[in-house]
């Protein structure tokens, strides 16, 4: 385990028990996510990530294996870790601001209204503070989420396809948001999330999950600084590294240029622990001739 | 208000006391609603009208706080544990079926006549749906306001007081307009056997007395009015911002 490992998740494995019978949801997952790194867990739906992401956050618990913490064991949610879903959970009962002050019900009042008038403005809901929840917006009610979890000054922030629900444009807008408040306020951060686009755009490093039983297929750094710029050659290589990770893909003829493309995309590269698509690493394609693969409308940055 | 829309409502009124009207002519026993508007006019005078309408709203009030008490921590609690639900709903679902009205020979035996058997009459009206309310309102609070409530370290009580009793508040509610809207035909029932005060002695009295239909229609028109009266003071809670989410705006 490296020294400034903040999360260790290790050989974790669960089955669920349904009326047809067991299924594997995750088998022999380990890994580890140094302090402030933005972690994205990407792959198929059922492939347990967020099952995962739940164990993380102390919802639920591994068969075997065990997810650590600063050093401790998560066994119960609490607000260390904050989780962030795309369903939302802002209680439609209390105003924008009796919402940011759920988490933090301890604090002396004067601190409570402090922190929530810095939050209120970090998300943009500045005129807000008095407004129900249904009389707010998709994208809006997100920003209410997200700034009642770092009330609660939470070390990690975990989110299940926090976005998932919004329109796409929204999308795109939240992630910038994000990216934003996370340059103000460092956290570590681990995204569940099956759109390659917002893993490639937020994080640090990718771990593709294998279809059922979810094991770690391959872990992918993505080594471009921020303002990330999504059409960039660099970034639609390793877009089309994970989509034929992901199987999605698949290319007739290797490509040299693609090759050529992508020998520093990935350090500290891992086995492929499950030979599930045929293409491998050789089925990748010249991001260069491949123009029209390049995201369109995501070139705002 | 614009008129467009309380002026269907007055009409369909209207055509009602039309018809009412219309079929009084003639008879000697059925009152016009002239002949009503006056006996009201009595009933004010002399001040037994509001003396009755206090003592059937006093009656109501008692029986229906006093459910309330209890139906609303019962049913939560059998919302949220299924061991109670299973303990508790078949004893619950078996009595519910039964009228209150049915209750008044049982009432008067228990309780005598006195104020007492009505109101034991209006708990029994009222606790049923609002138990049946609130357990099916706390089973169905979603579980993601209880889990981000857990996130953040509440839980026991506080979590009840903060999030479930909110959540399931929508349901409790309707619950307790069902309730109300219950205990007002009830009290009207059981103040016509098991005591002397009330609208619905007021009118049984009207007619054993001397045949008084214009007083017996009066007692009638007033209840109504009383019931419409008491569902808007519901509808005002379901207006409240801290529901509002659940009904729709």
Not at chain 1, 207 to 227: A, C, F, N, Y
Not at chain 2, 22 to 36: D, E, N, R, Y
Not at chain 2, 76 to 88: H, K, L, N, V
Not at chain 2, 119 to 129: G, K, M, Q
């Amino acid at each position: 385990m490296a020294p400034d490992a903040k999360i260790v998740v290790r050989d974790v494995a669960k089955t669920f028990r349904t009326a047809r019978g067991a299924v594997k949801a995750l088998e022999g997952i380990s890994f580890e996510v140094r302090e402030s790194e933005f972690v994205a867990l990407v792959g198929p739906s059922g492939c347990g990530k967020s099952t995962l992401l739940n164990m993380l956050a102390g919802f639920d618990r591994p068969d075997t294996g065990e997810a650590v913490v600063d050093g401790r064991p998560v066994l119960v949610p609490s607000r260390k870790g904050v989780l962030i879903t795309q369903r939302g959970s802002v209680f439609p009962w209390m105003t924008v601001e009796r919402n940011l002050g759920f988490g933090v019900d301890g604090l002396p009042e004067a601190e409570q209204d402090r922190l929530c008038r810095h939050y209120i403005e970090l998300v943009g809901l500045q005129g807000f503070e008095n407004a129900y929840p249904h009389e707010l917006s998709g994208g809006m009610l997100q920003r209410v989420e997200v700034a009642r979890a770092l009330m609660a000054k939470p070390e990690v922030l975990y989110m299940d396809e926090p976005f998932a629900a919004l329109d796409a444009l929204t999308r795109l807008r939240m992630r910038e948001e994000l990216l934003r408040i996370l340059q103000r306020e460092r956290h570590t951060c681990i995204l569940v999330t099956h759109d390659v686009e917002e893993a490639l755009h937020l994080a640090d490093r990718i771990l593709v999950i294998s279809p059922r039983p979810g094991r770690i297929q391959r872990t992918v750094e993505v080594d471009v600084p921020h303002p990330r710029r999504l059409s960039s050659i660099r970034l639609v290589a390793l877009r089309e590294l994970v989509l034929a990770e992901l199987g999605v893909t698949s290319y007739p003829e290797p490509s040299a240029h693609g090759a050529a493309a992508m020998p520093a995309s990935v350090p500290g590269q891992q086995k492929v622990t499950s030979g599930s698509n045929g293409n491998g690493l050789h089925g990748l394609p010249s991001p260069l001739l491949d123009a029209k693969k390049t995201p369109i409308g995501t070139e705002s940055s | 208000m614009r008129p467009s829309r309380f002026l269907p409502a007055l009409g369909i009124l209207a055509v009602l006391v039309a018809l009412w009207w219309v079929s009084a002519i003639g008879s000697m026993i059925f009152p016009t609603p002239l002949a009503v508007l006056k006996a009201i006019g009595e009933l004010l005078r002399t001040g037994t009208l509001m003396q009755h309408v206090y003592a059937s709203l006093f009656r109501v009030t008692i029986g229906y706080l006093g459910a309330l008490a209890l139906a609303i921590p019962l049913g939560s609690m059998m919302g949220w544990f299924p061991r109670w639900f299973r303990a508790i709903n078949p004893a619950v679902q078996m009595l519910r079926p039964i009228s209150p009205i049915a209750w008044i020979p049982l009432a008067i035996l228990w309780f005598g006549v006195g104020d007492a058997s009505p109101t034991f009459l209006i708990f029994l009206a009222t606790f049923f749906p609002v138990v049946v309310a609130t357990a099916s309102g706390v089973h169905m609070v979603e579980q993601q306001y209880v889990r981000a409530a857990r996130n953040f370290g509440v839980n026991g009580f506080t979590l009840y007081r903060r999030v479930i009793f909110p959540a399931a508040l929508p349901n409790i509610i309707t619950g307790m307009r069902v309730g109300l809207g219950v205990a007002w035909l009830v009290v009207v029932a059981a103040e016509m056997v098991a005591i002397n005060s009330g609208l619905g002695y007021l009118i049984i009295d009207a007619r054993n007395a001397g045949s008084r239909y214009d007083l017996v229609v009066a007692g009638m028109v007033i209840i109504g009015l009383i019931g419409f009266g008491l569902d808007g003071v519901m509808r005002k809670l379901e207006h409240l911002e801290e529901v509002r989410w659940r009904y729709g705006t």
